[in-house]
């Protein structure tokens, strides 16, 4: 009897496993969002903002973004040893970029933006965190830009896409 279920079971893992291979993306490729009517959450890295015919793009890489218990989970089956000696992810999260592929997303002119720390003067001693502030979406632009005092690209984004145009965009703060 044990035998005729492991028949079953062997050819039904080979067939998960290979699903899971095979939708991995492919290392620098480029795609364009879809449209659609669902609404899209994900977590991004963001590379670049820039107007494309009269409307603002976003080109960003997707990203694994995991906390707590999950993020220790990951972590701890992705990286073993680190795992056994910190009994945990460092801080809290733990972040999987598995894939250099880049994303082109429309952002929708009224996009609510909200950020956890940027650059508010130009001096280093005021940099300071101040949680979900919202910002009108040409800050955000042109405070993405800027490279001096913090690289906003350098922070995990949430964003979500509404009918195909990203709708809100908020920074992950990451210690």
Partial sequence: ??????????????LLLLSLVTTASTVGTR????SGDKSQELTVYIHALKSKDGHTVMT??????????????IFAEREPDAAAELGGTPDGYYIVNDSDSLTTYPIADNAAVSM?????????EDLDINWNEGIPLHK????FDKKSIIDLSQSPYHITIQDGKVTSIVQQYTP
Avoid: C, N
Avoid at 31 to 34: D, K, L
Avoid at 61 to 71: K, P
């Fill in 31 to 34: 795609a364009e969002a879809q």
């Fill in 116 to 124: 956890q720390i940027y650059d508010h003067t130009g001096h280093m």
């Fill in 60 to 73: 960003a890489d997707q990203i694994g973004w995991y906390e707590g218990a999950e993020a220790d989970r």
């Fill in 140 to 143: 955000f632009i042109s405070e």
């Fill in 1 to 14: 009897m044990f035998k005729r279920k492991s028949v079953y079971l062997f050819p039904a893992l080979v």
